[in-house]
């Protein structure tokens, strides 16, 4: 009982961490899209709270900081970003419980992670833009997912693992 109520707080912060990071870029979509700062709070939820948490906190952040503040506009990139998100909760809460829970492992799950949620993010967009009767080519694809994307992977790869090592070490 008492590890449920510590991941739903921690979920909680996390989805907060999620509605108040991406203000760093200051309005600038072209910076966010770099940094990608909602990635960061559901990646280390899953770590840290494992799949379920982190995939309701990835399928949640995106739509209610769409519904509060304009940004991202809901479709299609809030949209997108749930199922993105969602992925990322799931894989990074699923690889973090079976691989050893040694730090060096931190590195794959998070590299894996952030792998699949981008694959699931460019079926996603591939499957609105078809609904939509719009464009979705695989040199979209790879310029949104990796590209475009270069700055928030090295970000994340420099500022998930430390985080996700410290807060191990405080909610034990």
């Known amino acids: ?49 494992g799949w379920q948490y982190a995939a309701t906190v990835g399928v949640i952040a995106p739509l209610l900081r769409s519904a509060i503040f304009g940004m991202p506009p809901m479709y299609p990139i809030a949209v997108g970003m749930v199922f993105e998100l969602c992925a990322y909760g799931i894989i990074s809460g ?31 967009r591939y499957v609105m833009a078809g609904l939509g009767g719009s464009e979705f080519s695989m040199s979209m694809f790879v310029a949104g997912a990796f590209t475009n994307a270069i700055p928030a992977i090295i970000i994340h790869i420099i500022l998930i693992p ?11």
């Open 94 to 124: 699923i690889l973090s419980k079976i691989f050893p829970k040694k730090n060096v492992y931190i590195y794959p799950a998070l590299l894996i992670s952030m792998l699949g949620g981008r694959c699931i993010w460019g079926i996603a």
């Open 1 to 49: 009982m008492k590890k449920a109520v510590k991941n739903l707080a921690f979920s909680a912060m996390f989805l907060a961490l999620c509605l108040v990071l991406p203000m760093i870029t200051v309005g600038s979509t072209q910076i966010g899209n770099m940094i990608s700062p909602m990635h960061i709070p559901v990646l280390i939820c899953g770590f840290i709270c």
């Open 162 to 172: 430390p985080v996700v090592m410290a807060m191990r070490r405080i909610s034990k």
